[in-house]
């Protein structure tokens, strides 16, 4: 089965509004990193956490390392939010990082 | 402050012909990564290397694929005899060392084999 397993697959939001994006773990995480692949392809750096939380602006992230899961926080959701967000776990020596498959956003007016 | 760059966005090779895909790290990042994605696998790693030395080649296919960093400003991934089902975006991404979980990625390339 899939180690990092995004929920959900699919989310739609009127703008203004608030939702939480879920990553579960099934191998043994230390890190998680957050990211946003634009239209045009880029993954953009939203968090990278150590267990505990993070803010920046509208976003807040959280990792819990002993319950192996990790959420994003989105609030008053706006256009440009829209995308597909990524949680990449990082974990061992080999520095790899393993990716869930996605939640793909579209934040509507 | 310039990001991780790659070169050539697209490429579009016929089956059989070979692919040379570039990349350059973030200034002062010491590792280096690759990673294909793929609507039907997602994102995938595929080989790291760190302050040149390859690390970890767990990721690549046996056969066709091969990636050097013969310094430390760029790395190139080359894929020999290309197959349609190589089409993929290679992404590129660096990290400083002893950050390592922390990647920066580049914009990918695009590459079709037809």
């Known amino acids: 089965g899939d180690k990092v397993k995004q929920s959900p697959s699919a989310l739609s939001l009127q703008e203004g509004t608030n939702s939480a994006l879920r990553c579960n773990f099934s191998?043994?995480?230390?890190?998680v990193q957050w990211f946003l692949q634009n239209p045009r392809g880029s993954l953009i750096n939203l968090f990278y956490l150590v267990p505990g939380t993070k803010e920046n602006g509208r976003l807040k992230s959280a990792f819990d390392s002993k319950e192996s899961y990790s959420t994003l926080h989105i609030r008053d959701a706006q256009l440009e939010d829209s995308g597909t967000y990524f949680c990449?776990?990082?974990?061992?020596?080999?520095?790899?990082?393993?990716f869930g498959k996605g939640t793909l956003l579209t934040v509507t007016p | 402050n310039a990001g991780v760059i790659q070169t050539p966005r697209h490429k579009v090779t016929g089956k059989g012909q070979e692919a040379t895909l570039w990349c350059e790290p973030i200034s002062g990042h010491s590792a280096v990564f690759w990673y294909r994605q793929t609507i039907v696998q997602g994102l995938e790693f595929l080989t790291y290397f760190r302050n040149q030395a390859p690390i970890d080649d767990s990721g690549m296919p046996k056969e066709r694929f091969s990636a050097q960093m013969p310094n430390q400003s760029h790395s190139t991934l080359k894929i020999q005899s290309t197959q349609p089902q190589d089409s993929a975006v290679y992404l590129c991404?660096?990290?400083?060392?002893?950050?390592?979980?922390?990647?920066?990625f580049g914009p990918g390339t695009r590459l079709t084999v037809l």
């Open positions: 991404a660096s990290s400083l060392e002893g950050q390592e979980y922390e990647q920066y």
């Open positions: 990449a776990a990082g974990g061992g020596s080999n520095y790899k990082l393993t």
């Open positions: 191998i043994a995480a230390t890190t």
